[in-house]
């Protein structure tokens, strides 16, 4: 028979034990590793558009048990996008523009959601368990480079394409989140048809995008072993992921990448770690030498110079500026077929014209706020998993002028923020 203080029956000690539960509420990990480590089972199901809604249910719930939450400094710019999110709806004219709608509100509610949990994360949910789900979905990413040259173009209707009600497919952003596939072949060089790996992402840009974005987590795990892979597995994958990346000819991956690694560099000088830096540079040198006694140097040097397709980015942008200016406090709502049917609809090629086109100036303010306030937050780390996380948020600016981030790119952005977020109190209370 269980004994218990006298004090524990009065309404005191209810109260008290009722607290300590309440503080001793911990994060379980599994909801972050289903995101990230299983996302390519979620795409091949057709449900990893949709799943990211799904799992900040339990999230939401574990967040309302514990007390004292921490939270962003910037949340109020994140709400206040959501805000405007929600009243460009106004301007909706179609179904399926509705739903499309309501999906991405969606995301902007998990997103948010999925930041906090990570930030509160606590001993359960920590730093070092997170970048391990993201180092397993980038290196998914990387097999998912090399299926685009063996299945190429092979798609198919997925489950959740047979359970999606007709009217939802019509909305184009659903219908390819069913439709597994994986490769685009293109033939953006005008000499033959590449196929450009897009698996386990809806698109070939986002895979490009998610690359770049992922690519610091593995640098991380190379690093340190809390993060639990053996750093020869992680230097086969990095020599492994350097020639889809190449081929896949997304020039967005190869800036924001570059830019992420040179910010890393130049803050490593400062802080005088010279070791890792003169490691940085060597295998730079040796990517740059595969690189010209490969074709693949010749197929850089080819994308740069071909530049049709930045006239047509440029004229989309043109129209996305021209469709806000119509609109320009709440937007359109979403984004718009373009008249020319070779063409992808107005709004969808950069996030930044994404919000601006869909949720006009003050829905693009609260986004940027929100990052800009993060970023600013976390900027002092001084810990090599600190700057390469802090980096993420570096990529993922650079790369709101070129891709459309989400569902994806959003989500370990917001990891991103949390993790920098964590890594930066805990050198504050080192440094206190």
Known sequence: MALTHPDDQTEEGFVERRVNRVQRVTFPSWPVTAAFALLPLWFLTGLHGFMWIFLAVPMLAALFQKRDLLMFKGTAWWMFFIAAAVLSGINIDTVGRMSGLLLRIGYFVAAIIFGIYILNGGRTLTVWSTVRSMTWLWMATVVGGYLAFLIGTFTYKSPMWYLMPGALLENELINTLVTPGFADVQDILGTSEIPRPKAPYPYTNTWGSMLALLTPFALIALADTRVGFSPKLIRVFLALSVVPAVVSLNRGLWLSLGIGIAYVAVRLGLLGDGG?????????????????????????????????????????????????????????????????????????????????????????????????????????????????????????????????????????????????????????????
């Open 276 to 432: 890792l830096l003169l490691k940085m540079f060597v295998g730079i040198l040796a990517l740059l030498a595969f690189l010209v006694i490969t074709p693949l140097g010749d197929l850089i040097v080819a994308r740069i110079d071909t530049g049709h397709s930045n006239e047509g980015r440029t004229e989309l942008v043109i129209n996305a500026l021209e469709g806000t200016a119509e609109r320009p406090f709440l937007g359109w709502g979403a984004p718009r077929p373009n008249p020319n049917p070779a063409q992808p609809p107005f709004g969808t090629h950069g996030q930044m014209w994404y919000l601006l086109f869909s949720h006009g100036v003050l829905g693009a303010i609260g986004y940027c706020g929100f990052f800009l306030a993060v970023g600013l937050r976390t900027w002092k780390q001084r810990s090599v998993a600190g700057l390469w996380v802090h980096s993420v948020l570096i990529i993922g600016a650079v790369q709101m002028f070129f891709y459309l981030t989400m569902p994806n790119q959003l989500f370990v952005m917001m990891a991103a923020a949390a993790l920098a977020t964590r890594l930066q109190s805990d050198n504050d209370v080192l440094l206190a």
